[in-house]
């Protein structure tokens, strides 16, 4: 059973636009969500994170919101440029240090049109 | 190194051989991972080494999947009598708190 959904396997934006994409979990015992991002043939990299203790983190053109009674966050990422075309994966974790391992979510293919 | 080095990049063995892929993690990083990614699919957690602590193996799916950290350092994952479901893009990260750094990531293609 996926703990950590992401629903939408793609989405096409155009460049200037906003991109959204969207986030679910299961497990209520998650505290501390991520993001990572993918080009093809390169290891993932983290972009932005957020604790369970606040409902949005912003760094730049990337906003990360939490909802967590919808037990839902969404990368928001605006102005949308070609260079942020690439595979982005929700992470999850319980009190990150005290269990190691992420678990990650399938991940969206986002393509932004110039 | 500047990141985590991953090898062999690709590699492609027959059904049944067993199969090394190591990890060199950024020097200092204490904690490392492997994870791997199947077609189509999110990343999979196998196993985590966290300094000298027993690692949480909890995520190797058969008994044939071994991982060992030598040192404190480089990470051997190995995987005997290699399967076709095996087929996936294996990826160690390593870390010091809250973000992981990964590596490129070996292509293990099981024919």
């Known amino acids: 059973d996926q703990q950590v959904k992401q629903n939408s396997p793609s989405l096409s934006v155009q460049e200037g636009r906003i991109s959204i994409l969207n986030c679910d979990y299961t497990n209520s015992m998650f505290d501390y969500f991520l993001w990572y991002k993918k080009y093809p043939a390169e290891g993932p990299t983290f972009l932005i994170s957020i604790s369970s203790i606040k409902d949005k983190n912003e760094d730049g053109r990337f906003t990360v919101f939490l909802n967590k009674s919808a037990k839902h966050l969404s990368l928001h990422i605006v102005p949308s440029q070609p260079g942020d075309s690439a595979v982005y994966f929700c992470a999850a974790t319980p009190r990150w240090g005290s269990q190691g391992n992420l678990i990650f979510g399938k991940g969206t293919k986002l393509s932004v049109k110039p | 190194g500047a990141g985590v080095s991953q090898s062999p990049s690709n590699k492609v063995t027959e059904k049944g051989k067993d199969v090394e892929l190591r990890c060199d993690p950024i020097?200092?990083?204490?904690?490392l991972y492997w994870y791997r990614q199947s077609l189509g699919q999110g990343l999979e957690f196998l196993i985590y080494f966290q300094g000298n602590s027993a690692p949480d193996k909890s995520g190797l799916p058969s008994d044939r999947f071994s991982a060992e950290r030598t040192g404190g350092s480089v990470s051997t994952l190995t995987i005997q009598r290699t399967q076709q479901e095996d087929s996936a893009v294996y990826l160690c990260?390593?870390?010091?708190?809250?973000?992981?750094?990964f590596g490129s990531g070996t292509q293990l293609s099981v024919l």
């Open positions: 990260a390593s870390s010091l708190g809250e973000k992981l750094f």
């Open positions: 020097s200092g990083h204490t904690a």
